[in-house]
Structures are given as C-alpha cells and as structure tokens.
C-alpha cells in the first residue's frame, strides 16, 4: 500500500496565529516528503522537500522562516505555517516518496488528501 | 528552469466519446508520471513511463512516451463520468531528491 494521511483537513485561523499541518505515511516509510500548495484550479506548486533527519530545501521564492518544515521520523512531516496572514490562505499538500527497497519507481509519489487553510 | 507543458487546459465531452490530453518536456526525460486529481480530492498517481516509445494501458487509460522521451500523452477511450477530473503530467525536475515538476493540468468534464 502507498497511504498518506495529513492532519487537519481542513483549519480557520486569525491572522497572525501559526498552524501546524501533519503529513504521515501510515504503511511505508518515507526518506522524503515533499510539500506543495494548490490554489484553485491551478496547479501544484511545490514548496520544499523534507528529508528525513536533515534541513528542508525550499523553492525559490518561499520563506524557509514562514513555512517550517520538520521531518522528525520517517513516517512524519510537519509543516508549520508562522505568522498566518491571509494570502497564506489555500490548499496545502503532502506527498511522500517510499524508500528503497519497496516496489515502484523512485520518483512515484503519494498524496495525502491535503488540508485547506483559511486565514481571516 | 525545465519546464513541462500539458494541453490542452480544459476539455469537456460527451460520455462515450474520447478524450487525450498532451505533455511536453523542454528536456529530455528519465521518466514521466501521470496522476489524477478528483475534484476537491488530491492527486493520485497512475501510472510511470520509462522507456522510449513506451505504451502502457490501464483499461480504457492508454499511455505514450514519446521516442525522444519529451512528450507524453494520455488518452481515454469512451469516456464516463467517473473519468472526470484533472490529469496531471509530471517529469523529474533534475538534481537529487526525486523532486517532479508538474504540468498545469487537463480538466476533464463529461457531459452524462
């Protein structure tokens, strides 16, 4: 199986509050998480690659300070939204690549079902 | 950057008929992958192309990787309406790390 659960699926905050978003693989283990984030109709935008043990890498043009990223373990990465405002509001996703060993490409990669945020 | 061009953007039909949308690499690909996007639901891999000139089917689902391994499509023969969604083409964005870059996406709707 390739399940990726992500946590809450969907959160309302004021401004200027922080959010955690939980990404886990429930029956495989992840070396590498990735975090995108969706707005309408458009397409997924990646953010930054978690690895596990190791500092994230985030894209060009997002804020490694604003968007935190923790890979504690290999089934677990967390996303913490820092100081919400408003056009932090969207779609955000994790996706998670199994390790080496298990069945399938190494690039196939698995969603979670993602968590909507809304910032007020 | 590389990027990846998927068209067309929307594509509505009748149940029955056919439907295939295009993906275009500025580079030359390891492989390609496709997912499926239900909507209000998150993507769902379907399928990883490798080789030149590969086809692969899954039912109705026909894959195709171009011989100089930058394009792709996917076609669906007699469409339904649980076909509906946004198809996504995605290739390897180089470097480590196994990162994709993804096209834009086809939206599919399906008139019953």
């Known amino acids: 199986g390739a399940v990726v659960s992500q946590h809450p699926s969907r959160v309302i905050c004021k401004s200027g509050t922080s959010v955690k978003i939980e990404c886990r693989s429930l029956d495989f283990q992840a070396t590498t998480m990735f975090w995108y984030r969706q707005f309408p109709k458009q397409s997924l935008m990646l953010m930054a690659t978690s690895n596990e043990g190791s500092k994230a890498t985030y894209e060009q043009g997002v804020e490694k300070d604003k968007f935190l990223i923790n890979h504690a373990s290999l089934t677990l990465s967390t996303l913490t939204v820092t100081s919400a405002h408003p056009e932090d509001s969207s779609f955000y996703i994790c996706?998670?690549?199994?390790?080496?060993?298990?069945?399938?490409?190494?690039?196939?990669?698995?969603f979670g079902p993602g968590t909507r945020l809304t910032v007020t | 950057g590389q990027q990846v061009m998927q068209i067309p953007q929307y594509q509505h039909v009748q149940e029955g008929e056919d439907f295939t949308t295009y993906c275009n690499s500025s580079t030359t690909l390891s492989n390609i992958q496709w997912y499926k996007q239900r909507p209000g639901g998150h993507p769902v891999f379907l399928i990883q192309l490798v080789k030149s000139g590969e086809v692969k089917k899954q039912k109705r689902l026909t894959f195709q990787f171009g011989e100089a391994k930058k394009n792709s499509s996917l076609h669906i023969t007699a469409t339904q309406t649980t076909d509906v969604g946004t198809y996504f083409c995605a290739g390897p964005s180089g470097g480590s790390n196994y990162k994709l870059t993804f096209g834009k996406g086809t939206l599919l709707t399906v008139n019953p």
């Open positions: 996706s998670a690549r199994k390790n080496r060993g298990y069945s399938g490409g190494a690039y196939e990669q698995y």
